[in-house]
Antibody, heavy 119, light 109 residues
């Protein structure tokens, strides 16, 4: 069974940093592109970033470019999101989501981890 | 900047069919062959319902179908059931290999 488990969320002050993790199991992690997607309270889904299977190709949404960094460790079956200079508007549930093989759809999602940015 | 526009809400009665539109505004959304659709119940994780415009993942009911016309993609749900009541999001790849979601459509059955 495909499983994605996020961790690392919590309360952080504006301007602070946080590192999210996503641990994968049940599939060959090193062969899939993985994404970060967030959802602010009461709002829709927002794609943030993707990283290719080898880590060679990385893309970001304009809203987080320069502040967030995606990375992965295929030996550890883990995905990361380093978030710096956090703002109140970054408050959201953060999901990791796997691309379907050969597609640009998000076929498996973690349960999400909540990040609250507040003084 | 690319965006996908969806109606805020749609409604239908059990047994009826509804269609949700997803229109690209902006010039850098992909050619729609990468459009996917997601169902999200309140407090739950999004679930993939349609990928590659009109393909259904294993386990998704054939009451769900995808199509397109011009720069608009559509999700059609036939034989509406109470359990279909949820928010639906479309998504697409852009020509710069980023992704974008529509704003979501709340379906009331």
């Amino acid at each position: 069974e495909v499983q994605l488990v996020e961790s690392g969320g919590g309360l952080v002050k504006p301007g602070g940093s946080l590192r999210l993790s996503c641990e994968a199991s049940g599939f060959s992690f090193s062969t899939f592109t993985i994404n970060w997607v967030r959802q602010a309270p009461g709002s829709g889904l927002e794609w943030l970033s993707s990283i290719s299977s080898s880590g060679s190709y990385i893309f970001y949404a304009d809203s987080v470019k320069g502040r967030f960094t995606i990375s992965r460790d295929n030996a550890e079956n883990s995905l990361y999101l380093q978030m710096n200079n956090l703002r109140a508007e970054d408050t959201a549930v953060y999901y990791c989501a796997r691309d379907g093989y050969g597609t640009y759809s998000f076929d498996s999602w973690g349960q999400g981890t909540l990040v609250i940015v507040s003084a | 900047q690319s965006a996908l526009t969806q109606p805020a809400s749609v409604s239908g009665s059990p047994g009826q069919s509804i269609t949700i539109s997803c229109t690209a505004t902006g010039s850098d959304v992909d050619d729609y062959n990468s459009v996917s659709w997601y169902q999200q119940h309140p407090g739950k994780v999004p679930k993939l319902m349609i990928y590659d415009l009109n393909a259904r993942p294993s386990g998704v009911s054939n009451r769900f179908s995808g199509s397109k016309s011009g720069s608009t993609a559509f999700l059609t749900i036939s034989g509406l059931q109470l359990e279909d009541e949820a928010t639906y999001y479309c998504s697409s790849k852009t020509i710069t290999n980023t992704r974008v979601f529509g704003g979501g459509t709340e379906l009331t059955v």
